[in-house]
């Protein structure tokens, strides 16, 4: 297993930095540290709030509360088998366990499916953001095509013997190649697999993978509700994502967020493990921007 503690007790250990947050549809974990201004993060797939752990972290040490839950079907997450697992129904419950946190306002960080997941509670509830972060994630929905690496949990059959092959070993190989590019500890990357399969073997995952809403419809509504949006926004990108390019995806999001640039930061796909201190600070940035000379 390599050096330090297994992987069960990593992920004892992060589940009691965390506490239960009923929310209709499906209880959760939620973990918070810090205080001051809450920073929401979503997270997407095949990963959980775990993910932001280290973020979490460097917005507390920066005077935030940094906020981050398990989405249905992820983690530590209910599971159950009559949830509505599309972006829409994901983007629902998410306003739901804010709600549960009584959170009237809130700062937004998104990553992958997250970013459409989120997006769609900017749709819902725009006068509750406050701001809005942008990592490695898709907004030209309609026109999105799946990485090799998750496709093939989309297609039935496929799926369920794609997912009996990551196993433990062959998830961290999977990580170093797409995911990370800092040394993150073996064990570490192991936690993010047996967090994703846990008592279903990953049937909710799977759902949700099939759920995407791939539709001309779903992207004007998410789209429309960035461009109206009176709250800055930034993007942020690890540079080197084989999986959700830079030049394609920041680029679209960009454009639609009509904002400068795209920030590239030292990383891959999985950036909040590769550089959760500079999320963080550009995040503190945006919530309260130096004064001017």
């Avoid at 366990?97 to 819902?124: M, N, T, W």
Wanted: charged share 25%; glycine share 8%; proline share 7%.
């Amino acid at each position: 297993m390599g050096s330090g503690p297994q992987t069960d007790e990593v992920i004892r250990a992060w589940a009691s930095r965390g506490r239960p947050l009923p929310v209709p549809g499906a209880d959760t974990i939620v973990w918070e540290e810090g205080e001051g201004e809450p920073v929401v993060c979503l997270h997407g797939v095949p990963a959980s709030a775990f993910l932001y752990r280290k973020v979490i972290a460097a917005l507390a040490a920066r005077h935030r509360r940094g906020i981050v839950f398990d989405l249905p079907g992820l983690g530590l997450a209910a599971r159950p088998e009559d949830f509505d697992y599309t972006w829409s129904g994901l983007a629902a419950w998410t306003l739901s366990a804010i709600d549960a946190l009584e959170l009237d306002r809130f700062h937004l960080v998104v990553h992958d499916i997250g970013g459409p997941i989120g997006f769609d509670v900017v749709a819902r509830a725009p006068t509750r953001v406050a701001s809005l972060t942008v990592l490695n994630t898709m907004v030209r929905v309609a026109s999105f095509r799946r990485p090799w690496s998750m496709e093939p949990f989309a297609r039935r059959g496929i799926g369920e013997a794609y997912l009996r092959t990551m196993h433990p070993f062959a998830f961290e190989r999977l990580m170093r190649l797409q995911g990370v590019a800092t040394p993150v500890p073996a064990v570490e990357l192991r936690a993010y697999v047996a967090l994703l399969k846990r008592e279903d073997g990953g049937r909710a995952f799977l759902r949700i993978m099939r759920g995407f809403e791939r539709t001309e419809d779903f992207e004007a509504r998410i789209v429309g509700a960035l461009e109206k949006r009176d709250w800055p926004a930034q993007v942020l990108w690890g540079r080197d994502d084989p999986a959700l390019r830079m030049d394609k995806h920041g680029e679209d999001l960009r454009k639609v967020l009509s904002v400068d640039g795209v920030t590239a930061l030292a990383g891959k796909h999985f950036v909040q493990e590769d550089a959760p201190d500079a999320i963080a600070e550009h995040v503190d940035r945006l919530i309260e921007p130096a004064p001017k000379a």
